[in-house]
């Protein structure tokens, strides 16, 4: 488990509400066409849930923590559009909406730190980070949280739609990542809320496995070894299967009643 500290110093500025109003209009344009695993309400629970982290943070700002939260997915990527500069984006974001230098900074940093697969790739640059910058562990915590339990089932599935991918696959990437989360959590409250996520994930994956027990590839409906009134099925039931469904097609719907079932 990562423990970090996170009462280093870190640079206390006072934003303006105005310039938080702008950045966020900013981001709900921006993101417009994101799909809907990466869409603005998935922005307003990261700063929602970065802000209840931050306040258990001595010694950090939660203007920077919100800024970041905000920011945090423009230049992802995933979505980057054609001639950005993700390593500026949030930088000249700020910078245009009249932020100080030392802030556009600070948040461009904090932003690009939040990544799991660049902190995979090179975790010692994230411990540096947050020595450096302490409210990227807020930040980055909220973003992971909203990533598992309930919404991080919903927003993988979400994802998984919309590239295209099959639900064993996207079932898969349970396994692959986000089970692995809870065990990059930085800060207390994060790991609190992550194991009670990640017990959901769990819970998921159990469900999972008991209604997908024993399907496998089935090529032909004909190989499946089912049963039909208390015996195993044969291809004849498939037969009779096809001839009542000509019935069905060509009188009209067959009502199916309990005695029928018990026949």
Not at 4 to 18: D, Q, R, W, Y
Not at 47 to 53: E, G, K, M, N, P
Not at 232 to 250: C, I, K, L, W, Y
Request: charged share 25%; glycine share 6%.
């Amino acid at each position: 488990m990562l423990r970090f500290s996170l009462t280093g110093a870190s640079t206390k500025h006072t934003v303006n509400e105005s310039l938080i109003a702008k950045v966020t209009d900013y981001v709900k344009d921006y993101m417009s066409h994101y799909d809907p695993s990466h869409d603005f309400s998935h922005i307003r629970r990261v700063v929602h849930l970065a802000s209840h982290i931050q306040a258990s943070m001595p010694h950090t700002s939660r203007d920077v923590v919100v800024l970041s939260a905000l920011l945090h997915d423009v230049g992802d990527e995933k979505y980057l559009k054609p001639g950005e500069d993700a390593s500026r984006l949030a930088h000249d974001v700020l910078i245009s909406m009249g932020a100080p230098a030392g802030l556009a900074n600070e948040v461009q940093a904090i932003c690009l730190g939040v990544s799991y697969s660049s902190e995979v790739k090179d975790p010692a640059r994230v411990v540096e980070l947050i020595k450096k910058h302490p409210e990227l562990a807020a930040v980055q915590d909220a973003d992971r949280l909203d990533a598992i339990g309930a919404v991080g089932i919903e927003r993988a599935f979400t994802f998984g739609g919309a590239k295209n991918r099959s639900l064993e696959q996207t079932m898969a990437h349970f396994e692959e990542k986000l089970v692995r989360l809870e065990g990059t959590m930085k800060t207390d409250v994060g790991r609190r809320l992550a194991k009670e996520r990640t017990d959901r994930l769990r819970l998921m994956q159990e469900w999972w496995a008991a209604e997908t027990d024993g399907v496998g590839d089935v090529q032909d409906i004909t190989s499946l070894s089912l049963p039909v009134n208390g015996r195993q099925a044969t291809s004849q039931d498939a037969v009779e299967f096809g001839s009542v469904s000509s019935h069905s097609a060509s009188s009209g719907p067959l009502l199916y009643t309990a005695a029928q079932g018990n026949a």
